[in-house]
């Protein structure tokens, strides 16, 4: 990277343009200049790039270029912006563990795995995209599509923990293969009203959707339901809470929170589960949280153990709890 105009010796201010240049190698000789751009600046968001871009802020042999322009070796690339211009630059996913073929990464609650309604920026699974969009670049300028980060499980809005991502399609179907034949251990954390009874057992209530609810993915259990199955374990008694793990054996949508609400043991700050008046006033402020809305769940994604399935090696990934989810537990215990 070079600079084309050298920074005043105290430093450039806050809010100053400043212009970073790019040489295109014989390597890069072909690719699309928003594609370049993706590889080289990949301190400024995608977002920021394509707006430089439109606005003429980008710049190839000191001419505008557009996104579509095909860049040749020995070309000059320009972009100008300020530091201030970039709002929510990329956010940098916190890693657990990664290989060549597998990430997993510690998903803070609140923000979405992937786009869905109205929550369409800030997922985990853009961040890792966008983190690792150099290499995509360059697979597609070899002629390989292959590298292309895919989630293999999800996790709920307002919960936390480990996500599974496959780099490559080869290591996401043979995951899905292991999830399927049930190879993939799952261990939760879950914080739910009251004491359980017996403080260990296995749920096996099948789920469907919720035909009483007017809110689409509520889901409920119901005798037509599919099987679900969860291995449960009392960890501590909490001041009218318990703190559980809990091993879901089967994958339903929301299975920890359907199974224990139906048996009057709602997750700590579920706003479907709980209460759906409250998850109807969420939708109502634009899928915003207000001051009365709890800031999370009380349910974390703590530990995925399974055996490598592209060289056998044993694998467990682990996410300590976060603070937000420690400071519930701390107040439940006062």
Not at 67 to 77: H, K, M
Not at 155 to 161: N, Q, R
Not at 181 to 206: F, H, M, N, T
Not at 249 to 266: E, I
Request: overall charge positive; hydrophobic content about 40%; glycine content about 8%.
């Amino acid at each position: 990277m070079t600079a084309l105009s050298p920074a005043p010796a105290s430093g450039p201010g806050p809010l100053e343009e400043q212009r970073e240049a790019f040489r295109v190698g014989p390597e890069q000789a072909g690719l699309r200049a928003d594609l370049f751009l993706d590889l080289r600046a990949a301190f400024l968001s995608r977002t920021l790039l394509k707006r430089k871009i439109m606005g003429g802020e980008a710049l190839v042999n000191g001419h505008r270029l557009s996104t579509s322009t095909r860049l040749r070796e020995g070309d000059l690339v320009e972009i100008r912006y300020r530091p201030g211009d970039d709002p929510t630059p990329p956010w940098k996913p916190e890693i657990l563990f990664e290989d060549a073929h597998l990430l997993a990464v510690n998903k803070p609650a609140g923000v979405p795995v992937h786009p869905a309604g109205r929550k369409q920026a800030g997922t985990v699974i853009q961040a890792v995209r966008d983190w690792f969009r150099g290499e995509t670049a360059l697979g597609l300028l070899r002629g390989d599509p292959g590298f292309y980060p895919s989630l293999v499980n999800r996790l709920d809005l307002f919960s936390s923990g480990v996500v599974l991502i496959a780099k490559n399609r080869q290591a996401l179907l043979a995951m899905h293969r292991l999830i399927a034949r049930g190879e993939v251990e799952k261990r939760y954390l879950a914080i739910v009203r009251g004491r359980l009874e017996p403080a260990s057992g296995r749920l096996a209530d099948p789920i469907g959707r919720d035909a009483a609810s007017r809110i689409e993915l509520k889901r409920a259990v119901r005798a037509d339901g599919l099987p679900a199955v969860t291995e449960f374990e009392t960890m501590e008694i909490l001041n009218g809470y318990t703190l559980v793990a809990a091993r879901p054996l089967t994958g339903r949508q929301h299975q920890l929170r359907v199974q224990f609400s139906a048996r009057g043991h709602p997750v700590w700050g579920d706003l479907l589960y709980d209460d759906e008046s409250l998850f109807l006033r969420y939708l109502a402020n634009g899928c915003r949280l207000d001051d009365a809305l709890p800031p999370r769940q009380g349910l974390h994604a703590e530990r995925v153990r399974f055996h490598h399935p592209l060289d056998g090696m044993t694998i467990e990934v682990t996410a300590p709890p976060p603070e937000d989810f420690l400071r519930i537990l701390a107040g439940l215990r006062r």
